[in-house]
């Protein structure tokens, strides 16, 4: 994959919710965490927050059931992108979403998803605790993506 991709180091969250704040203020114009394209994930009794997003999969499940096209993959920048113009809202791709993010918007009634807001993702900006970042694609390899999936697998089945 080329380009930036979010990362997100779910030891460093500590459930603030502030990117799900701004995202919902930079898309809507409103403070409201379920207008937000990041999505905070809590196991509250273990202490563990997990800041979820759109996974730009490399064959995404989402684009292949939506009837209208609207929800693609961009071959330019290897994003997969929801065309609201496009987009009847019939909640397809969420159902068909293995990470579950897309969401419905109960005000647009259509579907959505991080875009990272035209390159300069605002939950970035506004994480103090450095959870969420933007980095090239090729710096994050298969490795470090099993290691974290490991860490918090472990965490998990420590909590229980």
């Known amino acids: 994959m080329n380009g930036k991709v979010l990362f997100v180091n779910p030891e460093r969250c500590t459930g603030c919710r502030n990117c799900e704040m701004v995202c919902s203020v930079f898309h809507s114009g409103v403070s409201n965490p379920s207008r937000s394209r990041i999505r905070i994930l809590k196991w509250e009794e273990v202490g563990l927050y997990l800041p979820m997003t759109c996974q730009h999969c490399e064959t995404p499940v989402c684009t292949e059931v939506c009837p209208t096209r609207a929800c693609h993959k961009d071959l330019e920048n290897q994003r997969v992108i929801i065309d609201p113009k496009k987009c009847i809202g019939c909640k397809t791709c969420i159902m068909a ?60 089945r420590q909590g229980r």
């Open 97 to 156: 979403c293995p990470f579950g993010h897309p969401f419905f918007d109960p005000v647009d009634r259509l579907t959505a998803k991080c875009d990272y807001c035209d390159g300069n993702p605002q939950c970035v900006l506004f994480c103090n605790p450095k959870a969420v970042s933007y980095i090239e694609a090729d710096q994050i390899n298969l490795e470090k993506k099993r290691e974290a999936a490991n860490r918090l697998t472990n965490f998990l």
